[in-house]
């Protein structure tokens, strides 16, 4: 903050958050509006008086970003807080994942976005422009993600970009933003094609439900985007094809094709 204003990092509770976690920034000091001209309901929601520690009420003003107070002092801007967006059910912060994806030596940049999905669903997908002299993967990216994330956090989608597609005025344009309509395969995750009518009609199931192809009989259910309004769309056609009906927890013991039919193989299996 400049001279004579201060920043607050605050919860949805309006309490101060400790370093390194992520909250709304508000401001105050001598240069405080008073309000916005002839909009009272809007300055009654961004104008508000807070009080904490103690301390007698502070009038101050929520600017909606997202923020975090580093180590040293200063404060990082996570994105917006309008940003926000609803998953399964769960809200989720963009920036917060960003920031995580920058934390990786080799990004340079991150962006997270939704995708919408069938059945109304939505699911996040991760693009990351590589640091210079760095060789990303999708899989080296989640893989780094899941040491500092909970699962739903997780983007399944990540693509590996060269730049950003860029508006006229500097900003990055979201509508260009590639769509990841297949799965990334790399020399450290190749694809393994089925290799028997089980497989390839179980395959066809899951490049169904996902609107993904080519999936592989390895790749992992979940990571793909799958969730459980979609497992369920699977396991209706997997009972259509088998003429089984199994519990939805199989998916967990077995979230890839390749583990999928050797359940299904196995005699006497309940």
Request: proline share 8%; aromatic share 8%.
């Amino acid at each position: 903050p400049i001279a004579n204003t201060t920043f607050f990092i605050l919860d949805k509770n309006r309490q101060p958050v400790p370093e390194m976690v992520a909250g709304e920034l508000y401001i105050g000091g001598d240069g405080l509006a008073r309000g916005y001209w002839n909009r009272p309901e809007l300055t009654a929601e961004k104008f508000v008086t807070v009080s904490f520690d103690g301390t007698p009420g502070v009038r101050l003003y929520r600017t909606g970003d997202l923020a975090r107070y580093l180590p040293d002092g200063r404060v990082e801007c996570l994105g917006r807080l309008d940003d926000q967006i609803k998953i399964r059910g769960h809200r989720i912060e963009p920036g917060e994942i960003e920031s995580a994806l920058k934390k990786h030596d080799g990004v340079r940049s991150a962006l997270v976005t939704a995708l919408p999905q069938e059945m109304g669903e939505s699911t996040l997908a991760g693009y990351v422009v590589a640091a210079p002299g760095h060789e990303l993967t999708p899989k080296q990216i989640r893989e780094f993600l899941q040491g500092s994330l909970p699962a739903h956090l997780v983007p399944s989608a990540i693509v590996i970009l060269a730049g950003f597609p860029l508006t006229p005025s500097g900003k990055v344009d979201r509508k260009r933003l590639p769509v990841p309509d297949v799965v990334q395969h790399s020399p450290a995750d190749e694809y393994v094609a089925p290799r028997d009518a089980l497989e390839i009609q179980l395959t066809g199931i899951w490049e169904s439900v996902l609107g993904r192809k080519p999936i592989g009989i390895r790749d992992n259910f979940f990571e793909l985007g799958g969730h459980s309004l979609v497992s369920v769309k699977l396991f209706t056609l997997v009972e259509k094809l088998t003429g089984k009906n199994l519990p939805l927890v199989t998916l967990f013991q077995a979230p890839t094709v390749e583990k999928f039919a050797a359940i299904l193989r196995q005699e006497g299996w309940t």
